[in-house]
């Protein structure tokens, strides 16, 4: 009979605890589950993790893809501007200037007067003719820079070597040259020179000179220097002036007597802002 009870006693105990275990089983199942946050897999915590690494080699290699931040666009540095217009001269002598080396014709006296012509690989003005000559190139711009190289065979009578900005017609331009002694700005408006600023700077006959000359917006920069030497870092010529209008072509102009010759030998105008090179 005892035997009996406590096998009666066992049953109740086993029947009642599995009824428990039931009741309880989901929530025991979800404690030993464990949620990948990082997407909708889960895993089950008796299976691989990193205490087990032959089962994570096991598992195929997850991924993590980083969506880029987007970055803030710069601006295109304009280091030596749009090339405007360009002539180096390497063609056969001819009369005349005829067709620049950027295809473009000259412009103003180069392909109409008798003085101009191309010899020896240079554009040449003078041969005999003393005057003012004018030759210009390429399309208009607002703000510009003109680099040509050149020489005059001899400085007298107030000959000169310049280059001219913001040329709109033979009465409004500005002009830089030398002219054996001094660098020399200056304006022509409605017809009426004017000099807006010079300085010392010698010059000898035979000897090729760099001219570099800019504008931007009122501001005028300018240099010049050797050929063969090192180019000045900083301006020679820093100034400011309104009374020409804000855009025009750039071009040659220079001054020459009889028997005095300018040899233009490279020729370049592109687009100027304030970060090219100095």
Known sequence: MKSRGIIFITLGILIVSGLIAGLFM??????????????????????????????????????????????????????????????????????????????????????????????????????GQGGTFNAVLGQSSKDAEVIAGGMLNHFAGGANLGVVLRWTDANNWYKLFIDGTTLTLIKRVNGVN??????????????????????????????????GTAEPTTWMI????????????????VLVQPGIVASITTFTATTAATDNNV
């Not at 199942?29 to 946050?37: R, S, W």
């Not at 691989?48 to 994570?56: E, G, H, I, L, S």
């Not at 000099?195 to 000359?213: D, S």
């Not at 400011?240 to 102009?253: C, E």
Request: net charge positive; proline share 6%.
């Open 194 to 227: 004017s000099t807006i600023t010079t300085i010392p700077f010698k010059a000898q006959g035979g000897a090729i000179y760099m001219l570099r000359f800019r504008t931007i917006g009122a501001m005028l920069f300018a240099r010049a220097w050797q050929s």
């Open 238 to 253: 820093t100034t400011n002036d309104t009374t020409l209008p804000q855009s025009g072509q750039a071009g040659i102009r």
């Open 26 to 127: 989901a929530e025991i199942q979800k404690a030993l589950t464990i949620t990948n946050v990082m997407g909708k897999t889960t895993m089950n915590a008796t299976g691989p993790t990193a205490n087990n690494p032959a089962a994570m080699q096991a598992m195929p290699n997850m991924k993590t893809t980083a969506t880029p931040a987007t970055a803030g666009t710069m601006p295109a540095q304009t280091q030596n501007g749009t090339t405007l217009a360009s002539d180096n001269f390497q063609r056969q002598d001819q009369p005349l200037w005829g067709l620049a080396s950027d295809g473009n014709q000259w412009n103003g006296d180069a392909n109409a007067k008798p003085a101009f012509s191309i010899t020896g690989h240079t554009g040449r003005i003078g041969d």
